[in-house]
């Protein structure tokens, strides 16, 4: 049994020691870092009116094109992606291992052990025991904690923090392309509708154009000629719907995969019967100012946390540099007899400092620190890098917008004339002013046009899409809501227990996406 004397050095090392710990911290501490701004975008001069460079609200931005089939999907989009639910699991993950890297910081461990032995000795041993045959009860309770004099373990829990805030953020970003992509396949699936619409209604008009060739045929005005030239050109662009058929089939399974649902439940929710025109641009554009960005786009804000997390990792490994404090203590019974396993006397236990120190690692211990310092460095290149390909998205997107919506409206103005120009051509044939030629060449350049229009018109929209992305819109609808399903928290809850970490709610929201929400 120890007594008083035998503690009080243990005791006043441990005292003196756990008023040192904690006062040094190795490693750089984290510093936002600088990333280039723009003072206002490359096309600012040049789009007015159309752009405007004040802030708005982006948390819904499809809602600007009035069409309740896409915030239906969108919604429907959010509750059942299977990738978006993938990342809010990785949220609960970060969460657990940001739980153990606290762990470290208390004793390290932390055991109870119990051992019962029936023992036979040897009679031939060198010093053989008087009493050879006997039984031996021990239960004890063993720590041993590791003091974080070098600030290793606090390290650690900033790494883990700047993890789970980064599994956020990589949550928002999946997001962002989530609804993005719901958008850009509903508008392919519209823009691929009215092509097919467009085409069936040139298939119409060829028909008739088909039926005068052979009435004038049949009465020996023309020869046989006209008829297999309008022939050819009808089976020409009936050729062209099985096409515009299989992309707009094709977009569907696309979006129904976004949805989480197999393709064939896809049309159910497109709701045919409702809105089945290509959703309209409004009329001004909103994209705020480039340093925006900064604050809104989650991949920047993920690549500004791995860094964050990586700086810590440095402090980590330049730990193990300096040797290591620890307690070791041990406090329990043991005895030969069950009976008296509890006695004072059968009380045993120890308490006392260690060190240890990997002197003959330096080599590699070093090279680690290097390895860990070159991988912050890499981490700093990639956020300025990431902040620059954003800004790059944004010019891209929104001159595409800008330029291929006048494309759209030139388009639309050659439509008008082209349908003209079919009108004048049939009466014209059919007066026999003109050849059928002629009736070929501008009926083939009405198809061309239409469907070039409805092409512009849909790639106007996939711009403006891809801007309202590029700008780091559509994360703000999770906020307040669970990460995961409700009944996937149930699962994991019958499964494992996850005491109050699920649900989660807005879990580790960083300051920067509070202030962008209000």
Not at 166 to 172: G, H, L, N, Q, R
Not at 435 to 454: E, K
Not at 478 to 488: A, I, L
């Amino acid at each position: 049994m120890m007594n008083c004397n035998t503690v009080k050095l243990p005791l006043a090392l441990l005292a003196s020691t756990l008023l040192f710990s904690g006062c040094t911290t190795l490693g750089p501490d984290f510093v936002k870092p600088e990333a280039p701004v723009s003072e206002q975008w490359t096309e600012n001069k040049t789009v007015e009116p159309v752009v405007k460079t004040e802030s708005v609200d982006y948390s819904s931005w499809w809602k600007g094109f009035n069409d309740p089939v896409l915030d239906r999907l969108i919604e429907t989009a959010y509750e059942e992606n299977l990738d978006l639910r993938q990342s809010g699991l990785r949220i609960l993950e970060a969460r657990a291992a940001l739980g153990i890297a606290v762990g470290e910081q208390l004793p390290q461990s932390q055991e109870v052990n119990g051992a019962a032995a029936a023992i036979n000795s040897s009679k031939n041993t060198a010093n053989p025991l008087q009493d050879r045959h006997f039984s031996d009860y021990q239960l004890s309770f063993d720590a041993a904690w590791e003091l974080d004099f070098w600030g290793r373990f606090r390290r650690g829990v900033e790494s883990a923090e700047a993890n789970l805030n980064a599994s956020v953020a990589d949550y928002d970003n999946a997001l962002v392309a989530l609804t993005a992509e719901v958008a850009r396949a509903y508008v392919s699936i519209r823009t691929f509708g009215e092509r097919i619409r467009l085409a069936e209604e040139n298939v119409t008009l060829q028909k008739r154009s088909l039926e005068i060739a052979d009435v004038r045929f049949r009465n020996g005005v023309v020869t046989e000629l006209d008829v297999t030239q309008a022939k050819t050109l009808l089976l020409n662009t009936k050729a062209l719907i099985p096409l515009l058929q299989t992309g707009k089939r094709q977009a569907e399974n696309s979006l129904a995969i976004l949805l989480g649902m197999p393709p064939r439940e896809i049309r159910s929710l497109l709701g045919e019967g409702e809105n089945v025109s290509i959703p309209s641009a409004p009329s001004e554009v909103a994209v705020g100012i480039p340093a925006d960005l900064l604050r809104r786009r989650p991949d920047i804000r993920f690549a500004e946390l791995e860094a964050a997390a990586q700086s810590a990792r440095i402090g980590i490994a330049r730990a193990d540099l300096f040797p290591s404090f620890s307690l070791v203590g041990s406090i329990g019974y043991g005895s030969k007899n069950t009976n008296d396993l509890f006695e004072s006397e059968a009380f045993t236990g120890y308490i006392g400092p260690g060190i240890s120190w990997k002197i003959l690692n330096y080599g590699r211990i070093k090279n680690n620190v290097r390895v860990q310092d070159a991988r912050f460095e890499q981490a700093l290149v990639k956020y300025e890098n990431t902040v620059l390909k954003a800004y790059q998205e944004v010019e891209d997107a929104l001159v595409g917008f800008v330029r291929v919506g006048e494309q759209a409206d030139y388009l639309a103005d050659s439509v008008i004339a082209s349908k003209r120009s079919v009108d004048l051509s049939n009466i014209q044939y059919g007066d026999g002013v003109i050849d059928y030629n002629r009736v070929i060449t501008v009926q083939n350049t009405l198809v061309d046009q239409q469907d070039s229009w409805v092409a512009a018109k849909g790639e106007n929209i996939l711009y403006l899409i891809t801007l309202y992305k590029a700008l780091g819109g559509g994360w703000q609808i999770r906020q307040g809501k669970d990460f995961v399903p409700e009944e996937t928290v149930k699962t994991m809850r019958e499964r494992t227990d996850w005491g109050d970490m699920l649900p989660e709610k807005d879990l580790a929201e960083t300051p920067e996406q509070i202030k962008d929400s209000e």
